[in-house]
């Protein structure tokens, strides 16, 4: 079975860009995770989803970055315009439940270097 | 606040060797505890989780019990192998937020 796919895998862009970071989640899932890694600041939660509506926004940084799921199987995290400080890898995950606490099965994330 | 505080690596441990990797949280209401693993180049996988206090959870020889009395919910394995080098999370949701330790970084030597 095909878990959580995103692409690209390595994103390299210069600051002031449009960053555009894809999501398929697991076929049948009803949550959608987005989450950002850096070594300042570990894993942080951005946003997440339920039944392709955001349930949660808090975690997004800034007005910069913005998420969409305009159906079950397709999630996009936009960042416009980019910055050297976004640079991290960004993970989505997915879950069967509504509840956070249902098991979540991630991507394999995306590297993205704002130069 | 809500927080999850984890051992500082990197951990460096030969085989067969006894594992503890320690993690201590602050959190509102009741929350449930999970162990994540990262291996290199891959997203976190859930290794185990515990929703109660006393509960122990467990997967692969690994346990952690989820202790409120001292607010600790510790990773343990009797005998680790070379391929449990990896990155070990320490995570708990309370409500909905989801809060992450930063994670220790386990190297097991033949």
């Known amino acids: 079975d095909a878990g959580v796919i995103q692409s690209p895998r390595h994103e390299v862009t210069e600051m002031g860009q449009e960053v555009t970071l894809r999501c398929k989640p697991i076929s049948g899932h009803n949550s959608l995770f987005w989450y950002r890694q850096t070594m300042m600041r570990g894993l942080e939660l951005l946003i997440y989803f339920n039944n392709n509506v955001p349930i949660d926004d808090s975690g997004m940084p800034e007005d910069r970055f913005s998420a969409k799921m305009p159906n079950a199987s397709f999630s996009t995290l936009k960042i416009q315009p980019s910055e050297p400080r976004d640079s991290a890898v960004y993970f989505c995950?997915?879950?069967?439940?509504?509840?956070?606490?249902?098991?979540?099965?991630f991507g394999p994330g995306t590297r993205l270097t704002v130069l | 606040g809500n927080s999850v505080t984890q051992m500082e690596g990197p951990v460096t441990l030969s085989e067969e060797a006894f594992l503890t990797i320690n993690c201590t949280y602050t959190?509102?209401?009741?929350?449930?505890l999970f162990w994540y693993v990262q291996y290199p180049g891959e997203g976190l996988q859930l290794l185990l989780k515990a929703t109660k206090a006393d509960d122990k959870g467990s997967n692969k020889g690994f346990e952690a019990t989820y202790r409120k009395e001292t607010t600790s919910f510790h990773l343990e394995k009797g005998s680790v192998q070379v391929s449990d080098s990896a990155v070990y999370f320490c995570a708990l949701i309370t409500g909905n937020q989801f809060y992450f330790g930063t994670g220790t970084s386990l190297t097991v030597i033949p």
């Open positions: 995950a997915s879950s069967l439940g509504t509840s956070v606490r249902d098991t979540q099965y």
């Open positions: 959190a509102t209401g009741y929350p449930s």
